[in-house]
């Protein structure tokens, strides 16, 4: 039995620095800081369009992930790719694959943000085309 109550899913990033995570992803990535818990953060919610991420203070996963080298993943998905993907090479996002298509129908490139992961920015190309044939 598939559950058809669940209405969306948020990746949590672990940092050690809240506000500096926060400052990155609004300065560099475009989100915008929605909500923010304790003194010092502990918690916070950054938006950008309908993507939501949540940055959680926990400097021993954070530390972990540096050292280990993993790259957990988190895809957001975008419409007109290319303005976003101009939009965070003109802000210097640390960009580790270049906007490519891949086999598998989509228009993507890859950010390292500073905690490690592995932001993997994407277009569904039957999208891209879509809106192209709308104008």
Do not use: C
């Given at each position: 039995?598939?559950?058809?109550?669940?209405?969306?899913?948020?990746?949590?990033?672990?940092?050690?620095?809240?506000?500096?995570?926060?400052?990155?992803?609004?300065?560099?990535?475009?989100?915008?800081?929605?909500?923010?818990?304790?003194d010092p953060?502990?918690?916070?919610?950054?938006?950008?369009?309908?993507?939501?991420?949540?940055?959680?203070?926990?400097?021993?996963?954070?530390?972990?992930?540096?050292?280990?080298?993993?790259?957990?993943?988190?895809?957001?998905?975008?419409?007109?790719?290319?303005?976003?993907?101009?939009?965070?090479?003109?802000?210097?996002?640390?960009?580790?694959?270049?906007?490519?298509?891949?086999?598998w129908g989509?228009?993507?490139?890859?950010?390292?943000?500073?905690?490690?992961?592995?932001?993997?920015?994407?277009?569904?190309?039957?999208?891209?085309?879509?809106?192209?044939?709308?104008?």
């Amino acid at each position: 039995m598939t559950l058809k109550n669940f209405s969306s899913a948020v990746p949590v990033i672990a940092t050690s620095d809240v506000l500096g995570t926060i400052r990155y992803f609004e300065q560099t990535l475009g989100f915008k800081q929605q909500w923010i818990w304790g003194d010092p953060p502990v918690y916070a919610g950054i938006r950008a369009g309908g993507a939501l991420l949540y940055v959680t203070h926990d400097p021993d996963l954070a530390s972990t992930i540096k050292e280990r080298r993993l790259s957990p993943d988190i895809f957001l998905w975008v419409n007109d790719i290319d303005s976003v993907y101009a939009h965070h090479r003109a802000s210097r996002a640390d960009i580790t694959e270049e906007l490519t298509t891949r086999p598998w129908g989509v228009r993507q490139y890859v950010i390292r943000e500073p905690n490690g992961y592995l932001l993997k920015v994407a277009e569904s190309q039957e999208q891209q085309e879509q809106e192209e044939d709308a104008v």
